[in-house]
């Protein structure tokens, strides 16, 4: 049940609520992830919840650039994520990814906190903001704390509990070449498996850096940077599932790769490769 609800004007109120009402206090910014989870005919514990709305706290909304760097920030809804002109200019492949998360209902009220936040390996912004190699800030009672993207599975236990995502920064690359698919099993629904190839040229040379990012289905993002295209996509996405099924067997992790799962990353894989090559002619879907 909702016990209270505590309107934060500054992240340290809500930090400070956070606390005073730990364990139950809970971050309500859109609350697409939240509030379906508490509905009575959902939420099965008897337990005392406290919403603590942070979603009009000023220094926690918009996009700016700075010093080469988007900063994002974590009440901005995906709808503002991907029309902004900033975005769409530097960063295209992050506003595709916004436009890909379910309604425009549900992008109208979600935000890109609540998403990065949420602990899913299936969020939308996950993918891209790891290939793009996007940092975060994370406040806590102690200070801040910045760390990659990928690095947020470490850090997911505080969120929300004894901390807050307080920014999000893209560095902006010189021009940048990618191919981006995901694939949901519901219309409308959170991505199952995203993957996206992208390519840096390097400056004064003839030389590319490339990168397969893939994530999803209980699979937080993996970096490929040593897959090459030069086999073609098929070539491509055998190393990749090869390369985790490897992983999978060395660490002891079992039930992931099942056919199914197999052969759904193939196909992702493989679109996202047919996208990146669409994207070498000048096509953008």
Not at 259 to 282: D, H, K, N, P, W
């Amino acid at each position: 049940m909702i016990k209270g609800y505590v309107r934060a004007k500054s992240v340290q109120e809500a930090l400070q609520a956070l606390i005073e009402n730990r364990p139950w206090g809970r971050v309500l910014a859109g609350g697409t992830d939240l509030l379906p989870k508490i509905r009575p005919n959902r939420y099965k514990k008897a337990a005392p919840l406290v919403l603590i709305d942070i979603k009009r706290i000023g220094q926690l909304k918009g996009i700016t650039l700075e010093d080469n760097y988007l900063l994002l920030g974590p009440v901005t809804t995906l709808s503002e994520l991907a029309g902004n002109e900033l975005v769409v200019n530097h960063l295209p492949v992050l506003a595709e990814a916004a436009r890909a998360v379910g309604s425009p209902e549900i992008r109208n009220r979600g935000t890109v906190g609540g998403n990065l936040g949420s602990k899913n390996p299936g969020a939308d912004l996950l993918v891209p903001l790891v290939a793009l190699g996007a940092r975060v800030k994370i406040t806590t009672a102690a200070g801040n704390i910045e760390a990659d993207v990928q690095e947020l599975r470490s850090l997911s236990g505080r969120l929300g509990h004894s901390a807050l995502l307080t920014g999000v920064s893209v560095p902006i690359s010189p021009p940048v070449r990618y191919g981006y698919r995901r694939w949901a099993e519901k219309s409308m629904g959170r991505a199952y498996l995203a993957a996206l190839w992208i390519v840096h040229d390097q400056k004064g040379t003839n030389r590319h850096n490339v990168r397969l990012v893939l994530g999803g289905a209980n699979l937080w993002p993996r970096v490929f940077s040593n897959i090459s295209l030069d086999d073609g996509a098929e070539g491509a996405a055998t190393a990749v599932i090869g390369a985790l099924e490897r992983e999978m067997q060395a660490t002891g992790g079992k039930g992931f790769w099942s056919v199914y799962r197999r052969q759904v990353a193939r196909a992702v894989i493989l679109e996202a490769c047919e996208a990146f090559e669409e994207s070498t002619r000048g096509i953008r879907r």
